[in-house]
C-alpha cells in the first residue's frame, strides 16, 4: 500500500514514475489520467530507454484535444511508483504538447493493476 499527498491547489494529479527499458532506466512526471487506456511517455524518453517507437509494428488510434492520430504502442520493462511496480506493461508512444505541466500520462494500463483511491477531503491517494 502507498499513500501518496496531493496537491489540492493544483489542477491535476501528478506522480514521479519510474520507467524500465532495455537499456536503463528513467524517471517522468505524469499526471494521474483515469480517462487513458494506457500509459503515455514521450518519444525521447521511449529511445533513452532503449526502444524504437518509428519501427514499432504495433500502432493504435489516439484522440487528443483537437484531432485523432495514429501512435506507436510498445511494451517497456516496468513502470512504477515506489515499490508499486508492474512489468512488461504496453504504453502508446506520443508527445504532449510542449506547455504541459507534464511528461506523459498514468493511464489504466497501470492503475487497472491495483486498487486506486482518490480521498480528496484527506488529500491522498492510496494504492493498493
Same mark, same amino acid.
Do not use: Q
Given at each position: 500500500?502507498?499513500?501518496?499527498?496531493?496537491?489540492?491547489?493544483?489542477?491535476?494529479?501528478?506522480?514521479?514514475?519510474?520507467?524500465?527499458?532495455?537499456?536503463?532506466? $528513467?524517471?517522468?512526471?505524469?499526471?494521474?489520467?483515469?480517462?487513458?487506456?494506457?500509459?503515455?511517455?514521450?518519444?525521447?524518453?521511449?529511445?533513452?530507454?532503449? $526502444?524504437?517507437?518509428?519501427?514499432?509494428?504495433?500502432?493504435?488510434?489516439?484522440?487528443?484535444?483537437?484531432?485523432?492520430?495514429?501512435?506507436?504502442?510498445?511494451?517497456?520493462?516496468?513502470?512504477?511508483?515506489?515499490?508499486?511496480?508492474?512489468?512488461?506493461?504496453?504504453?502508446?508512444?506520443?508527445?504532449?504538447?510542449?506547455?504541459?505541466?507534464?511528461?506523459?500520462?498514468?493511464?489504466?494500463? $497501470?492503475?487497472?493493476?491495483?486498487?486506486?483511491?482518490?480521498?480528496?477531503?484527506?488529500?491522498?491517494?492510496?494504492?493498493?
Amino acid at each position: 500500500m502507498m499513500d501518496i499527498p496531493i496537491n489540492e491547489e493544483e489542477p491535476i494529479i501528478v506522480l514521479k514514475v519510474n520507467l524500465t527499458g532495455k537499456t536503463g532506466e $528513467y524517471t517522468i512526471d505524469m499526471a494521474l489520467d483515469t480517462g487513458a487506456t494506457y500509459v503515455m511517455i514521450p518519444w525521447c524518453v521511449a529511445e533513452h530507454l532503449g $526502444y524504437e517507437p518509428a519501427v514499432s509494428p504495433e500502432r493504435i488510434n489516439i484522440t487528443t484535444a483537437s484531432t485523432t492520430v495514429k501512435v506507436p504502442l510498445i511494451t517497456v520493462g516496468a513502470i512504477g511508483i515506489g515499490d508499486m511496480t508492474v512489468k512488461n506493461i504496453k504504453v502508446v508512444v506520443h508527445d504532449l504538447p510542449h506547455k504541459s505541466r507534464v511528461d506523459g500520462l498514468l493511464g489504466l494500463s $497501470y492503475l487497472r493493476n491495483f486498487d486506486v483511491f482518490l480521498k480528496f477531503k484527506s488529500n491522498k491517494l492510496t494504492i493498493l
